[in-house]
């Protein structure tokens, strides 16, 4: 079946430092991916997807390359605020039928301090 | 604030009690979708409903839980006779269409702790 696996939390990172959160999938076919936000008191949102290998989702300064040779879909952003401390999904779902179905990670806590 | 509505934000229930989540999709959205989240684990799929129509329950425990979407009124999640196990933060998403993700509303979450 298919799986998320994401880098565990929490992550604290002080104003403007560089971001990384690590993912890579397990997946039969070959699924779109996605990076979804949860910020305190808040509804997951997407924050970006990438649909087929090599494409590149971007969002509010994120980033994250979907590579088929490593199974992996990494989150970045080179300078984090304070205002992106909320918890980070990334998720897959295989195309065609059944794609309204989302594969989360564990999700992975980000904490920015001033 | 026309988002997905998710009621109570946190329930707590004793062993062999019923309980009932409910979820207000986005104005308009006629699909929405429950999924579960265990401690320590990613959300997981449970049921994806359409107005009146369950479309794929595959994710659903088969016993004890029911999903209904009435023609009026929020979709409810029901819990029978619950177990520690059922320990879990659930969520409602909503959408105008059966695909499309990014069209994907989410609401914030019921906390179910079962004593």
């Known amino acids: 079946g298919n799986s998320v696996t994401q880098m565990e939390g929490p992550v604290t990172l002080s104003e403007e430092a560089f971001l990384t959160i690590n993912c890579t999938y397990t997946a039969t076919g070959y699924p779109s991916l996605f990076w979804y936000v949860q910020y305190p008191g808040e509804g997951l949102q997407l924050l970006l997807k990438a649909t087929k290998a090599d494409d590149k989702g971007s969002n509010k300064g994120f980033e994250a390359t979907y590579r088929k040779e490593t199974t992996s879909f990494h989150l970045e952003k080179g300078s984090v605020q304070v205002s992106d401390s909320a918890v980070y999904f990334c998720a897959l779902s295989e195309n065609g039928a059944g794609s309204y179905q989302l594969t989360f990670g564990k999700g992975t806590k980000l904490s920015v301090i001033p | 604030n026309a988002g997905v509505m998710q009621n109570p934000r946190h329930l707590v229930r004793r062993r062999g009690q019923e309980a009932r989540l409910r979820c207000s999709p986005v104005?308009?959205?006629?699909?929405v979708y429950w999924y579960r989240q265990l401690p320590e684990e990613g959300l997981k799929f449970m049921v994806y409903?359409?107005?009146?129509?369950?479309?794929?329950e595959s994710g659903m425990p088969k016993e004890r839980f029911s999903a209904e979407f009435p023609k009026e009124g929020p979709s409810i999640l029901r819990i029978q006779q619950v177990v520690r196990g059922d320990s879990a933060a659930y969520f409602c998403?909503?959408?105008?269409?059966?695909?499309?993700?990014?069209?994907?509303?989410f609401g914030s979450g019921t906390q179910l702790s079962v004593l």
């Open positions: 409903l359409q107005k009146e129509n369950i479309i794929d």
């Open positions: 998403a909503s959408s105008s269409t059966g695909t499309g993700l990014e069209k994907l509303f």
């Open positions: 104005k308009g959205h006629s699909h």
